[in-house]
């Protein structure tokens, strides 16, 4: 997350946002929520000491150039090229509030799982693949090659960095890590996007997935 270099004599930290306008890419994805966790360690809630405008990823490093708003949300591609840091500097990162994030799984009802177990451990037994496919070294060029293909943008776009430690982290195995899960679901009701408790642990079954990883040993 970043803010303008002009504005940087005014912005040195995350307190002198009060009375600024924010961009984010959605109310309650995983960046805005991280943002608003991150202002409220300072004692800044939205709409009370700064506004919320939601821009496109692609147009975030524009709007925030043009001066309409004072801090955005820089995600990848975008974030891995330099040319965005010629221009904007970062003021926090997602880490900085969020930690390690685990927001992302598969979801499925229990009834149908089981229903469907066989089914479901070959779906899974077939995601494991493309993810220790993807992530081989040696299969880095083709799988570049694949996300340009499908993002209809130049594979130097992406050569130095999906799919590599630079990139998100994919378990080889699917694990979900519930500690962590269970902490994102706790900001998650802090901030009001999340009206009950819920108790992670209770919902999370590996079996499918470590039946499919056993496939693969």
Same mark, same amino acid.
């Given at each position: 997350?970043?803010?303008?270099?002009?504005?940087?004599?005014?912005?040195?930290?995350?307190?002198?946002?009060?009375?600024?306008?924010?961009?984010? &890419?959605?109310?309650? /994805?995983?960046?805005?929520?991280?943002?608003?966790?991150?202002?409220?360690?300072?004692?800044?809630?939205?709409? #009370?000491?700064?506004?919320?405008?939601?821009?496109?990823?692609?147009?975030?490093? /524009?709007?925030?150039?043009?001066?309409?708003?004072?801090?955005?949300?820089?995600?990848?591609?975008?974030?891995?090229?330099?040319? /965005?840091?010629?221009?904007?500097?970062?003021?926090?990162?997602?880490?900085?509030?969020?930690?390690?994030?685990?927001?992302?799984?598969?979801?499925?009802?229990?009834?149908?799982?089981?229903?469907?177990?066989?089914?479901?451990?070959?779906?899974?037994?077939?995601?494991? #693949?493309?993810?220790?496919?993807?992530?081989?070294?040696?299969?880095?060029?083709?799988?570049?090659?694949?996300?340009?293909?499908?993002?209809?943008?130049?594979?130097?776009?992406?050569?130095?960095?999906?799919?590599?430690?630079?990139?998100?982290?994919?378990?080889?195995?699917?694990?979900?890590?519930?500690?962590?899960?269970?902490? &994102?679901?706790?900001?998650?009701?802090?901030?009001?996007?999340?009206?009950?408790?819920?108790?992670?642990?209770?919902?999370?079954?590996?079996?499918?997935?470590?039946?499919?990883?056993?496939?693969?040993?």
């Amino acid at each position: 997350m970043n803010v303008n270099n002009v504005k940087a004599l005014m912005i040195k930290k995350v307190a002198d946002l009060k009375g600024r306008i924010v961009g984010t &890419n959605a109310r309650g /994805t995983a960046v805005d929520m991280g943002m608003r966790a991150m202002l409220r360690k300072v004692g800044l809630e939205d709409r #009370r000491d700064y506004n919320i405008v939601e821009v496109a990823f692609p147009n975030m490093i /524009t709007t925030l150039l043009e001066k309409k708003i004072d801090l955005n949300v820089i995600a990848a591609p975008w974030s891995q090229s330099p040319k /965005t840091w010629e221009t904007i500097h970062p003021l926090f990162h997602l880490r900085d509030s969020f930690g390690v994030t685990q927001l992302s799984m598969w979801v499925g009802r229990q009834s149908f799982l089981e229903k469907n177990r066989a089914a479901v451990t070959d779906f899974f037994t077939d995601f494991l #693949r493309v993810v220790r496919w993807d992530t081989d070294p040696k299969n880095h060029d083709a799988a570049v090659a694949a996300v340009a293909a499908g993002t209809k943008r130049p594979p130097e776009t992406f050569k130095g960095w999906v799919y590599t430690k630079k990139d998100l982290y994919r378990d080889p195995d699917g694990k979900v890590d519930a500690a962590v899960l269970q902490k &994102n679901m706790d900001l998650q009701k802090s901030l009001g996007f999340q009206k009950t408790d819920i108790d992670v642990k209770k919902f999370v079954d590996m079996s499918y997935m470590e039946a499919a990883a056993k496939r693969l040993k």
